[in-house]
């Protein structure tokens, strides 16, 4: 079955990124590819949250503890990192003395979590962050399809679903089952008319007792929670559209009015227009040169991806394009921050 060797094939990839990661964190240390780290890097998170053990857990890479965030901060700064907001980085990288580093921390999505778990370590450290809001979880108008599948496919022993060709049974007897059901729906999401896809999904999780807007008020801060977040100065909101969906898959027109609006809605709610933008999902070909156009035209200073790398003297050329560096929950050691913040990863990953 194609998706159950999908399941494989990303558990070889987990095992070779591991085997990546070891040996970059070797060469590091060995001074190797020194070039490869560059002036600084832009760090993604997502959740920030004490660890839940689930058997079942398709997202878990999108979440990192408290600790190691804790972690990563004394690290970098150890490394003599200067921590700097996102939207003043190229400023601060612009005038500073060739030995100089720098990290920029940015969490995607505006979960509740944010404010509760990486605020308080993000303010006993002084670094600044810049959370990317979706203005339609924060309304509670959109649904988390990511979060909604996961919790659907845990709670079931199978499903039926029309994947566009008639009514199919999933088994979800095992973590095998449920992992290739996971990648089943996730491609039918992004290879589909992704509003309807999400609608199925939606419209499923309601017929076995779930409502997905429910998941979305559990997970994610109302829009008076965001008020009070940009009280703490070293807190930024940006704009992360409307609705998450993939921008280069919608017509021009609709790509321009998703940024648009999420950004003017932040601009209500706090007084002040963001500068800086999230592409949703962030990796080609969810995103591409025309959405980096229009971010430019609509007045963001910064345009953040999902490509991974370092930053040096030559990427604020294409500031609507820059890349981050994922803190991956499947991934959580000092190691591998020391090999991801080191740039060799991606320079081998370019040869």
Same mark, same amino acid.
Not at 2 to 24: C, D, F, H, W, Y
Not at 91 to 96: K, L
Not at 325 to 349: C, D, E, M, T, W
């Given at each position: ?41 832009? #760090? ?38 200067? #921590? %700097? ?36 370590? #993000? ?6 962050? /810049?959370?990317?809001?979706?203005? +339609? #979880?924060?309304?509670?108008? $959109? ?5 909604? =599948? ?15 060709? +008639?009514? %199919?049974?999933?088994?979800?007897? !095992? ?40 998941? /979305? ?23 992360? !559209? ?7 898959? =919608? ?40 959405? $980096?156009?229009?971010?430019?035209? =609509?007045?963001? /200073? %910064? ?6 790398? !370092?930053?040096?003297?030559r990427s604020f050329d294409a500031p609507m394009a820059l890349p981050r560096i994922s803190l991956n929950g499947l991934y959580q050691k000092r190691k591998y921050v020391s090999a991801l913040a080191s740039g060799i990863p ?6």
């Amino acid at each position: 079955m194609p998706t159950l060797q999908n399941v494989m094939r990303r558990s070889l990839k987990r095992a070779a990124i591991t085997g990546g990661l070891e040996l970059s964190n070797l060469a590091g240390r060995a001074g190797l590819l020194a070039s490869a780290r560059g002036r600084g890097a832009i #760090f993604t998170l997502h959740h920030v949250r004490p660890k839940t053990e689930h058997a079942f857990d398709p997202n878990a890479h999108l979440e990192i503890t408290p600790e190691f965030l804790d972690e990563t901060i004394r690290f970098l700064a150890a490394d003599g990192y200067q #921590f %700097v907001a996102l939207h003043h980085l190229a400023a601060r990288m612009a005038i500073a003395r060739p030995e100089e580093r720098f990290a920029a921390f940015t969490l995607d999505d505006g979960y509740r979590n944010n404010a509760l778990h990486a605020q308080p370590i #993000f303010t006993e450290h002084r670094v600044p962050f /810049t959370v990317f809001i979706t203005g +339609g #979880f924060a309304c509670r108008t $959109h649904s988390i399809w990511w979060e909604t =599948l996961a919790e659907l496919l845990r709670a079931l022993p199978h499903i039926e679903f029309d994947f566009g060709s +008639g009514p %199919v049974t999933l088994p979800l007897a !095992t973590n095998r089952h449920k992992e290739a059901a996971f990648a089943r729906f996730s491609a039918f999401i992004h290879s589909a008319d992704e509003t309807a896809a999400i609608k199925a999904l939606d419209a499923a999780a309601r017929a076995n007792g779930m409502d997905p807007l429910l998941i /979305t008020e559990r997970l994610v801060m109302r829009e008076p929670e965001l008020k009070s977040l940009v009280l703490n100065p070293l807190a930024t909101l940006g704009a992360h !559209t409307i609705s998450h969906r993939a921008l280069a898959r =919608l017509d021009e027109h609709e790509a321009r009015e998703e940024m648009q609006a999420s950004a003017e809605r932040l601009e209500c709610l706090t007084g002040v227009r963001p500068l800086a933008f999230a592409y949703p999902y962030g990796f080609h070909p969810t995103v591409s040169r025309r959405e $980096h156009q229009i971010a430019g035209e =609509l007045g963001f /200073t %910064v345009a953040v991806t999902t490509d991974p790398g !370092t930053l040096d003297a030559r990427s604020f050329d294409a500031p609507m394009a820059l890349p981050r560096i994922s803190l991956n929950g499947l991934y959580q050691k000092r190691k591998y921050v020391s090999a991801l913040a080191s740039g060799i990863p991606f320079r081998l990953l370019r040869r």
